[in-house]
């Protein structure tokens, strides 16, 4: 009589430690999937994961760097004079490309002289703008003329004499535009958070 009670026991005993481990192991598959949708939210709605390839854009971006590019900005507001946006190669979507934004829609881009004249409705005769982000004395080279459409935005690398940008491919739609680069997290003597600069323009 005493052995079968200790058999009942410890069968009670399993039972309800089996009970407990599954109840801990559906929690678990819980919480996984749960962080799995939301990573997946974010991944692809979000904010991106991007690394830097070649030297178009030094010295403000070097190869191999790791970028978090920011998708959701350009959903409530358009894209800024100065900002760097990862874009889809308009001649080959699945390439993605890391340039700056110097002509917004509309706008009449003039390349000269080493110089970029805009031409908008404020300055009809065309200005030049203090590129602040770019080495001192550095020029643009090519000669061109571009208007652009009401969705297109004309796009330069700052590295100007070794950048395929929108002097050879023409002007960037505005679909094509992934977002902008938000924040540098590797390597970590250059992690920072990125902003439109001041142009002054």
Do not use: C
Request: cysteine-free.
């Amino acid at each position: 009589m005493l052995e079968s009670m200790d058999e009942n026991k410890f069968l009670k005993i399993a039972m309800r430690w089996l009970a407990n481990a599954g109840l801990f192991l559906l929690e678990f598959i819980k919480i996984a999937v749960l962080a799995g949708v939301t990573i997946a939210f974010v991944r692809y709605f979000l904010f991106k994961p991007f690394y830097v390839k070649g030297a178009s854009m030094e010295p403000n971006f070097f190869d191999h760097e790791y970028l978090i590019i920011d998708e959701i900005t350009y959903r409530f507001q358009e894209p800024k004079r100065g900002d760097v946006i990862v874009f889809k190669y308009p001649e080959n979507p699945k390439e993605y490309f890391l340039k700056r934004i110097v002509g917004l829609p509309g706008e009449r881009i003039k390349i000269t002289g080493g110089q970029v004249i805009v031409y908008n409705d404020i300055y009809p005769e065309g200005t030049t703008f203090e590129e602040t982000y770019l080495p001192k004395n550095l020029i643009t080279e090519g000669e061109k003329i571009v208007i652009l459409g009401s969705d297109q935005y004309f796009v330069m690398g700052d590295n100007r004499p070794n950048s395929y940008d929108s002097r050879r491919f023409g002007p960037v739609d505005h679909s094509l535009i992934v977002g902008r680069a938000w924040f540098r997290g590797w390597p970590l003597n250059r992690v920072q958070f990125f902003s439109t600069p001041d142009l002054s323009f």
